[in-house]
């Protein structure tokens, strides 16, 4: 994983609201409309609005679509590290590069959705700094099963005794990515160990957190050109802006709530989402990630496109 290269773009299919057939059909529209990528949540409950809604398990959803795609990459965006044991999670990802033949990517952060824990008694931790110590340890333990290591450990959090991850990932190197922006615990974890980043907010927020991952990967001594750089947003694409904002009130109402979270929403015309997008690519984020709540609008799977060529052609 790199920040070289061309501008590819990743569906992120909510799995909250939905239903299997639908999920399916929209990653297999986005396999066919050229997008690189098809991510999903790691949660078990609703994020957005009422959390008693249906929501599909994102391991399992994924699985799902390995063996009907041929060419996205499949990752979490990004998993909870503190629903399983590192070991766990190594374990999953490396199935499913077997059940995709090479195509998993391995997301991960630190978590933070209290009600789920609460509900199925999982560990939050006791604070947020604790969860990330837990995350920085994991990421360490998850690489170096992925790569093939039998590991013996005796961690702050985790004890391994000869563990091994058997069948290894057909990638000879599984990308790790980690979620989040944690200015002193978060980014130096991505700085050590992670292989992409994903992050979110304006041009100027992105901005300063880029400059703090530059100064871990400086003190480390990380190449951070290594690390591929992702943001995400909302995007519903039109020929007109007004119909891509009332598309998209239909759609993010279908899941009780007004917006996105407190993110840009790219709402209009692909050369108005390019112009707003191409920014960030030239801060150097060539992977974008595409929030697509249920219903998964399908005109914008299917024209992304010409978002793309608009940001390669500049």
């Known amino acids: 994983m790199t920040d070289q290269g061309p501008v590819r773009f990743g569906a992120q299919l909510w799995s909250q609201a939905t239903d299997w057939p639908a999920f399916r059909d929209a990653g297999l529209a986005a396999e066919a409309g050229g997008w690189d990528s ?27 679509l390995a063996p009907i795609t041929r060419r996205v990459r499949l990752g979490l965006m990004v998993g909870a590290n503190t ?7 190594a374990k999953l990802a490396a199935t499913l590069d077997q059940l995709s033949d090479g195509r998993a990517v391995m997301g991960i952060g630190g978590a933070w959705f209290e009600r789920e824990h609460e509900a199925f008694g999982i560990d939050l931790g006791a604070s947020v700094g604790a969860r990330l110590d837990w995350l920085d340890e994991s990421v360490g333990l998850i690489r170096r099963l992925l790569d093939g290591e039998l590991v013996s450990h005796e961690g702050r959090h985790y004890t391994f ?34 292989d992409g980043w994903n992050t979110n907010g304006t041009v ?6 880029l400059a703090t991952l530059d100064r871990h990967c400086a003190e480390v001594g990380r190449d951070r050109s ?22 998209w009130a239909g759609i993010i109402g279908h ?28 801060l150097g984020f060539r992977t974008i990630i595409v929030r697509l709540p249920a219903p998964h609008d399908r005109e914008t799977i299917d024209r992304i496109g010409e978002v793309a060529s608009r940001l390669e052609d500049a």
């Open 161 to 194: 005794r000869d563990a091994l991850c058997e069948p290894r990932p057909i990638q000879a190197h599984l990308p790790i990515l980690v979620g989040g922006s944690g200015p002193t615990k978060t980014l130096r974890t991505i700085a050590l160990r992670a």
């Open 83 to 89: 629903f399983r044991n590192p070991g766990h999670t």
């Open 204 to 209: 100027e927020e992105v901005t300063t957190k």
């Open 255 to 282: 899941n009780g709530v007004a917006n996105a979270g407190n993110v840009p929403h790219l709402l209009g015309s692909p050369a108005e989402v390019a112009d707003e997008i191409r920014p960030y690519v030239e």
């Open 226 to 247: 290594e690390i591929e750089l992702t943001v995400s947003f909302p995007v519903v694409l039109r020929d007109r802006r007004a119909d891509a904002e009332a598309a």
């Open 38 to 64: 098809v991510w999903t949540w790691d949660h078990l409950l609703a994020i957005f609005g009422p959390w008693q809604q249906p929501i599909l398990e994102g391991w399992m959803a994924l699985a799902g």
